[in-house]
């Protein structure tokens, strides 16, 4: 599984015109589904994502996690992170898992994340949606399992 993980100032994320979720101060992840992953990538890249140290300390270091914040966690379902982008100039999507795979994966790493951590909020899976954000930093980074 891949999370691109950015800190944020605030995010959220929306369709057709109707709020679907939003944090503050937080972290907003894209997830990726690939072919391979399983429920052990899920719960592996939600440690990593509430453990990764992106948030400053007193001294300004990126020494603190999302964990020990408290900040929001926005989970976006986004099956363009999986494409191999290797060559040429269209992606390809053989490397992605299929939609019914990535749908019951993200929905496990969801209900793991509300059981981990308080405020969660998402988006929709399949659906084409809008996020809007304000990176905080900027910091972004590509985590995967």
Not at 81 to 90: F, I, P, V
């Amino acid at each position: 599984m891949i999370a691109l993980i950015q800190r944020v100032s605030r995010a959220n994320v929306s369709s057709d015109g109707r709020g679907l979720g939003e944090i503050g101060q937080g972290t907003l992840a894209l997830i990726g589904v690939s072919r391979d992953d399983d429920r052990a990538a899920a719960d592996r890249l939600l440690e990593r994502v509430l453990a990764y140290r992106i948030f400053p300390d007193g001294e300004g270091r990126m020494n603190r996690s999302l964990r020990e914040t408290g900040g929001g966690l926005l989970l976006v379902p986004q099956f363009t992170l999986a494409a191999d982008t290797h060559k040429g100039t269209r992606a390809g999507f053989s490397t992605a898992a299929a939609p019914e795979v990535a749908r019951e994966l993200f929905g496990y790493l969801l209900e793991r994340a509300v059981s981990a951590h308080s405020p969660v909020a998402c988006g929709e899976f399949g659906a084409d949606m809008r996020v809007e954000l304000v990176n905080d930093g900027p910091v972004t980074f590509w985590l995967e399992t």
